[in-house]
């Protein structure tokens, strides 16, 4: 895949007042500039978020009726009853209103769907087991709901109140809830990048906050802090942008994930593997794949109970199942997502093919989201990838800038049995014989979107720089600008008229990934291109993309330059 360049404008007498104010490096300036920062105020809470600054939680839509629907739920000693979802953002949301709400004095019950027999969210069939199982006047959707217009309307004609606790796109018309607290819901558009993570803890904190108003036991001293790790692990897993509220829950939480005492995060750091301090790429591939691993396959539950666990004896045999269905996971994917991609190899058109919908029977439903990820990202095309047996199949959906899949689908609302999601990623549930007329509609409906240049991956680059600037003192202070995510990518530039200092190496068991050595005439650095195997290398003077990073290895420290891309030098 090339890559369009994109460089950012360079604003110098903005960056060097900005850096003279704040007394940081014109570099990082810029980079804060990229990002949208221009007012020293906002940098100083950008560079240092703090708890205290999140937003009063009553400002998020119907939150004033949730909280009064849940303390009439206490006060009459009804059984609430969490209905979560199976990824880790549901699975985390829940374990989290079931450590606040308990101790705080609700009954509460907990319902996970399973996948395969009841698909996502409010699902008819989800709802009704969910009421056979419990004798409840109160759920409370968490991760889902937002669409689930004709299963809320059939609890409530059984006299059955739903609380929904949701950050996905709302049907028109919405659900009647008692209480749709989804920041979609509002025309001021606030706290939008809030997973459902976010919004448990938001709700937490309203809760706390009404219960100290009323001087009832045990709310003064409720701490909602230990609940941050939790919250960690659904906003960076989930893949909403790390801004806003966001960077300051996700920071703070990744500073508890580091000193957590909670028995199955422990267990899952050990089964894992994880070095220390745990990071984003910690979350995003090593301890979020396994929370999602048992979703995936069949029940969250062994996750639930795993974050649930009161001790190691208990949290250690639940990790390595959860490890032991990841590795499973994944061979799954591997087999699909070499099915698909050589099928689309040899039917592909990039002139005229802008959406890919693909589709087999008996293709796994728990990985077909992973498998849209990896085929976007072979063909930079929105991409919806459908499995399941025979009748109703499943799909999951991956999305490109300016391209809103929630919306596409929408349109599509005629073919389909079931759908949801944001603009970036969606679900859907098909009948096989629409499979055809959903890929004409959404290439129809993708034509009249995107544009040619659209379709081309853009490599987003903050400056371009001379080798010597990276230093292990700019690096450390471009570590102020983590954790890094959706919306506040990580820093990455461009150096020009490089050379090889040094014959480049062919590395890895496969020699699938190269390590050279460049130099502008400056100063040389190490470069290391992963899965470079069947790429063409740089030769003669050249350009070249990278991230810096420091790597550290055998107790030393040297700077690195992960490559991303190259171009002959002009």
């Not at 769907?113 to 069939?125: A, C, Q």
């Not at 098909?430 to 129809?444: A, Y």
């Not at 480049?504 to 699938?512: E, M, N, S, W």
Request: charge should be neutral.
């Amino acid at each position: 895949m090339k890559y369009t360049w994109s460089l950012a404008p360079t604003q110098p007498l903005l960056a060097g007042r900005l850096a003279t104010s704040l007394g940081i490096s014109p570099l990082l300036a810029q980079c804060l500039l990229n990002r949208g920062f221009s007012e020293v105020p906002a940098i100083e809470n950008f560079l240092a978020p703090r708890l205290k600054h999140l937003a009063d939680p009553f400002l998020l839509p119907d939150m004033e009726k949730a909280v009064d629907r849940l303390f009439r739920a206490r006060e009459q000693n009804e059984t609430v009853v969490i209905f979560g979802d199976y990824d880790v953002d549901g699975v985390t949301s829940t374990t989290l209103l079931l450590q606040v709400l308990r101790p705080l004095g609700w009954r509460v019950e907990f319902y996970l769907p399973n996948r395969m027999e009841e698909g996502y969210g409010l699902s008819p069939g989800g709802v009704e087991n969910c009421l056979k199982k419990f004798s409840t006047t109160l759920l409370l959707a968490v991760d889902c709901g937002s669409t689930a217009v004709e299963p809320i309307a059939g609890a409530r004609e059984r006299g059955v109140d739903v609380i929904v606790l949701d950050h996905h796109q709302i049907s028109q018309p919405a659900p009647e809830a008692v209480a749709l607290v989804n920041p979609q819901a509002s025309a001021k558009h606030t706290h939008t990048e809030l997973c459902s993570a976010g919004l448990a803890f938001k709700l937490a904190h309203a809760l706390v906050k009404r219960g100290r108003e009323k001087n009832l036991p045990g709310m003064e001293e409720f701490d909602l802090k230990p609940l941050l790790d939790l919250v960690a692990l659904g906003t960076i897993a989930d893949l909403v942008p790390l801004s806003g509220e966001n960077r300051i829950l996700a920071s703070a939480g990744l500073r508890q994930l580091n000193v957590t005492q909670r028995p199955g995060i422990m267990a899952l750091k050990k089964v894992a593997q994880t070095h220390e301090p745990v990071g984003v790429y910690e979350v995003g591939f090593q301890l979020g794949p396994r929370l999602n691993a048992s979703g995936r396959l069949e029940t969250a539950e062994e996750s639930l109970r795993l974050l649930l666990a009161q001790n190691l004896e208990t949290a250690l045999p639940l990790a390595e199942r959860l490890d032991s269905r990841n590795r499973e996971r994944q061979k799954i994917e591997k087999t699909i997502v070499r099915e698909a991609v050589a099928t689309l190899r040899m039917k592909f058109d990039p002139t005229n093919h802008f959406v890919i919908v693909e589709g087999q029977l008996l293709w796994h439903i728990g990985v077909v989201g992973i498998v849209a990820s990896r085929v976007l990202h072979e063909f930079y095309r929105p991409t919806i990838i459908i499995g399941g047996e025979n009748g109703e199949m499943r799909g999951s959906g991956r999305s490109i800038a300016g391209f809103d899949l929630a919306a596409a689908l929408r349109e599509c609302d005629h073919l389909l049995v079931r759908h949801g999601g944001h603009a970036m990623a969606a679900g859907l549930s098909i009948l096989p014989d629409k499979i055809d007329l959903l890929r004409e509609k959404l290439n129809e409906l993708a034509r009249r979107t995107l544009k040619p240049d659209d379709l081309k991956p853009s490599l987003n680059l903050d400056a371009e720089v001379g080798l010597d600037e990276m230093t292990f003192e700019s690096l450390g202070e471009l570590e102020k600008l983590k954790p890094h995510g959706q919306g506040n990518p990580a820093t990455q530039f461009c150096a020009r008229n490089l050379s090889h200092a040094k014959p480049v190496q062919r590395i890895g068991a496969d020699k699938q990934h190269v390590k050279m050595r460049v130099t502008d005439g400056a100063a040389t650095h190490e470069a290391v291109w992963w899965n470079s195997g069947e790429k063409s290398l740089p030769v003669g003077k050249f350009d070249l993309a990278f991230a810096p990073q420091i790597n550290a290895f055998n107790g030393s420290r040297m700077i690195q330059l992960k490559v991303l891309d190259w171009r002959p030098a002009e």
